[in-house]
């Protein structure tokens, strides 16, 4: 059905009435803005009353680097220890090789406990002229592996240096006599050997007149191969360096002498205990 005129314009008017007061029930945006404005004002008040605390931005700003700071700390000395324990895991040394345990007092030990100190501070320093050597070598039981260890756990503990502690019969028994049998894992050992930042091979040619030449071959490319990568090593041993050259022969001693190597002749008896009342 047609609507008048008269129905349309009241429907229209009809209209126009609900959104007068729809719009009249909506908050003004003024009223929002005043609320706000009267929250500050509150605010204000309760400051210069004293119930509110008084920041001073730099304050605040010294306070949040000190924290993130000490955070920072303990986070990098977490860190630390954990290398640390993972470095002496890798190097598989005895406890007992530390400086704590040597007697300073022995004076076959005084002065070469110093050279030890010396190439402990120096270490960094060899790591740019192609590496630094120490020749141990001495009677058994005169302290030679002791030295050693106490050299690698100070450059654990204080410089987190990575080190390799070896006998050399195990490792020709790793290379040679398959006790690694993947060739994979032996490459990865025989990279090991070559790149770790400091190499002690102990007992070298123990109790022989002369390595098997595979052997001596296989020590002299590897000393090469450290020369050559700037990385030191401690070759420890029985033999005095005239019995070590004709143990190793001349292309492996050559490699040793290419390291322009500090020796350390340790004198004397056994320092190790005697077993119940024998007297070694």
Known sequence: MKKTPEEMAAELADIARRRRQQQRQEPAPVAADGQVRDILQRLRR???GGQLPQYDYNSLRRQYEQQANEEVRQLQQRARIQRTE???AQADLNPDWTFANMDRQDPALAEHIDTAHHFINAFDHWGTKGGAAILLYG???TGKSTLAGAIAHELIRQHQKSVIFQQWASVVDRLFFGVIEDQESRNQYRRALEEVDL???DEVAANRSRLAESQ???LGHLL???RNLSKSVIIITNHDPQALHRAVGDFCFEAIKAFHPVDIALRGPSRRPDIG????
């Open 224 to 226: 090469r191969r450290r």
């Open 86 to 88: 993972r470095l002496l």
């Open 216 to 218: 001596s071959s296989f």
């Open 199 to 201: 190499l002690i091979l």
């Open 46 to 48: 309760l400051r210069a």
């Open 139 to 141: 009677d058994f039981g």
């Open 277 to 280: 009342d024998y007297r070694s």
